[in-house]
């Protein structure tokens, strides 16, 4: 590994990637910051380790995983290697194999976005992220929306809170970040949205907008929207059950955060009963959800700084967009509240290959590990050595 001259480094983790991990290397090879990236292939079962040979001498490390971590098991793993190495830089930027950094100047750019975090103090801050690659309608809107949304990201961060850090692009305090993902449940469905939070209980976060973008890939057809959408809705309800006592926490303070917090649960709670209008009434009620999706997406358009000098084509835009959204609610959120359901009920997750250890003190799951370091060897843990995240009982932990 390339000692870092910079004190940070782009951690870049990738799974099954090799359709997009040719053209995402290209694309930071123009931009000049491929000696500041170390990619983590995470056990792939395709071409993604050949192409990353090609490429290893260009980049500042690669790190190829025995065993898949789900993302965030690979990127511990690495922090946690790099720091014993000695190598670990002050900050991390995590990004994703679909996405890379934009600015004439990126290296310049990171400099500036880790000078705005060391002079307000921040643990994080999120990246700008805009959807990369317009080639058709679908994505086009998701343009949109990305912006309408982005506005929450600029009214909260004022208050040094964030809803989630998307993993497209975020900086992050490195020891910080290790602290978190030890605390991480390894879930992938919900990581960014976890991290977000559990930084946010070590220190305020941010949002940086002004001279760098993360330029994401997003999906160009239905069946993929609507497969991410569906993660990202399991994924807000694990955090928010997992994490309810920091949540409930931030709804008493009456802060804007706490607002933020209230209108998303309110959101998944009255769409219980919107179900029911629309097998009652089926016309006039998707009708009147089209036209409130409306209404609300078009408000935080408007008022989004970003949007300076697109507000005009936005009213016009947002129109489809605000179509796009309601569908895309209507089908993720009961297939959401299934699953999740299912997986607290019973304590089993189909989306991981990590074990479940149940306490007989508390009765709950926890998942752990299935490795651990020792004498510079990555091997498994026992399940002795497992401990309850609510009652911290190792000993008596059974599967």
Not at 22 to 38: A, P, Q, R, S
């Amino acid at each position: 590994m390339r000692e870092p001259k910079e004190k940070y480094r782009v951690i870049v983790p990738i799974y099954n990637g090799d359709g997009i991990l040719e053209e995402t290397l290209k694309e930071i090879g123009k931009l000049e910051y491929l000696d500041v990236c170390v990619f983590v292939d995470d056990a792939s079962r395709d071409g993604t380790k050949e192409i990353l040979k090609e490429w290893e001498t260009k980049l500042a490390n690669v790190y190829y995983m025995e065993e898949n971590g789900q993302k965030i098991g690979s990127i511990q793993k690495v922090l946690e290697e790099m720091k014993e190495e000695g190598k670990l830089p002050e900050y991390i930027i995590l990004s994703d194999g679909d996405t890379f950094f934009y600015n004439h100047n990126t290296k310049t750019a990171f400099r500036n976005a880790i000078d705005f975090l060391e002079e307000n103090k921040l643990k994080a801050i999120a990246i700008k992220d805009v959807p990369y690659k317009n080639h058709n309608l679908l994505q086009r809107l998701q343009y949109w929306e990305y912006l309408s949304d982005r506005c929450m990201h600029n009214i909260l961060s004022r208050k040094g809170y964030m809803r989630c850090i998307c993993g497209a692009g975020g900086i992050y305090s490195s020891e910080c970040l290790l602290k978190a993902l030890k605390q991480h449940s390894l879930r992938h469905a919900g990581d960014d949205m976890e991290i977000t939070c559990l930084v946010q209980k070590l220190g305020k976060v941010g949002y940086y907008n002004n001279d760098l973008e993360a330029r994401t890939r997003v999906p160009n057809t239905w069946m993929g929207l609507f497969k991410q959408r569906i993660r990202w809705t399991l994924g807000a309800m694990d955090t928010y059950l997992k994490e309810r006592d920091f949540y409930f926490g931030q709804v008493a303070k009456v802060n804007r955060y706490g607002w933020q917090i209230l209108y998303e649960i309110g959101k998944l709670i009255t769409y219980c009963g919107w179900y029911y209008a629309l097998f009652l009434y089926p016309i006039p009620a998707f009708i009147i959800g089209w036209i409130g999706t409306y209404l609300l997406s078009l408000a935080f358009l408007l008022i989004n700084p970003e949007s300076k000098g697109e507000r005009k084509k936005g009213i016009i835009w947002m129109i489809p967009t605000s179509w796009m959204i309601y569908i895309t609610d209507i089908v993720r959120l009961p297939i959401a509240y299934g699953k999740c359901l299912s997986y607290q009920l019973i304590g089993w997750d189909k989306r991981m290959k990590f074990k479940l250890a149940k306490c007989p003190e508390c009765n709950k799951f926890t998942p752990y590990r299935k490795w651990k370091k020792e004498r510079d060897e990555y091997i498994p843990l026992d399940i002795k050595e497992v401990k309850c995240r609510k009652c911290g009982i190792s000993s008596k932990m059974k599967r």
